[in-house]
């Protein structure tokens, strides 16, 4: 069984601030890790994903995570918040294939940015 | 990614009515997905949908308030029957590309 928590349900940063959203899995098999973003009034948007190999991945709108697995994580990060930044990011857990591709998502952490 | 397009975007509908969410993708995929996102809320997994075969629900998801179609590789529908205000939410449709899933934009729906 896999699972995810998101640490915050609400964050709050200053635009130019750094950006550090809270994800922690649970996963039995080789965890895929992703997050996505929805604006006001429209579906999710893919920000990133990690399969396989390096650890740090790069996403769209300068956003990044890593994948620790000693720590079960995969924090996403932004060095500096931009107004447009401030949406509902939702964290998801899924596995290759063969273990059943199911997609477990986060509660989800509402970012505002202030002025 | 595949373009994933959903009609109506929002609609306010009586309770007691029914109404269909339409899903139509720019390529062909085997597996598609309804999702359900109640104010608030994270998502939830309505059902997988993969054409040739029924529908394998979710729990606590059930064919007869949730018929899906699945006609070919690139459409679904999804009915929500016998609307009531709970059933208020985002219903969003999402398609598998290798180890992803991509959303549409959902379907936002009103029950008074």
């Known amino acids: 069984a896999q699972s995810v928590t998101q640490l915050g349900s609400h964050v709050s940063v200053s635009e130019g601030a750094l950006v550090l959203l809270r994800c922690n899995y649970s996963?039995?098999?080789?965890?895929?890790l992703f997050w996505y973003v929805q604006y006001p009034n429209q579906g999710l948007q893919l920000l990133l994903k990690?399969?396989?190999?390096?650890?740090l991945v790069k996403g769209i709108n300068g956003f990044e995570a890593e994948f620790k697995k000693s720590e079960t994580s995969f924090h996403l990060t932004k060095p500096s918040a931009h107004m447009s930044d401030a949406a509902e990011y939702f964290c998801?857990?899924?596995?290759?294939?063969?273990?059943?591709?199911?997609?477990?998502f986060g509660p989800g952490t509402r970012l505002s940015v202030l002025p | 990614s595949a373009v994933i397009s959903q009609k109506p975007s929002r609609d306010i509908c009586q309770r007691g009515t029914s109404l269909t969410i339409q899903c139509q993708v720019d390529?062909?995929?085997?597996?598609m997905f309804w999702y359900r996102q109640q104010p608030g809320q994270s998502l939830t997994l309505i059902a997988t949908?993969?054409?040739?075969?029924?529908?394998?629900?979710e729990s606590g998801f059930v064919i007869d308030k949730f018929p899906i179609s699945r006609p070919n590789l690139t459409f679904s529908t999804l009915t929500v029957s016998n609307m009531s205000p709970e059933d208020s939410s985002i219903y969003l449709c999402?398609?598998?590309?290798?180890?992803?899933?991509?959303f549409g934009e959902g379907s936002w729906l009103t029950v008074v």
């Open positions: 999402s398609v598998s590309e290798g180890n992803t899933i991509y």
């Open positions: 996963s039995s098999v080789p965890p895929y």
């Open positions: 990690y399969t396989t190999g390096a650890t």
């Open positions: 998801a857990v899924s596995a290759p294939r063969n273990y059943g591709q199911n997609f477990v």
């Open positions: 390529s062909q995929v085997t597996m």
């Open positions: 949908a993969n054409q040739g075969s029924e529908a394998t629900y």
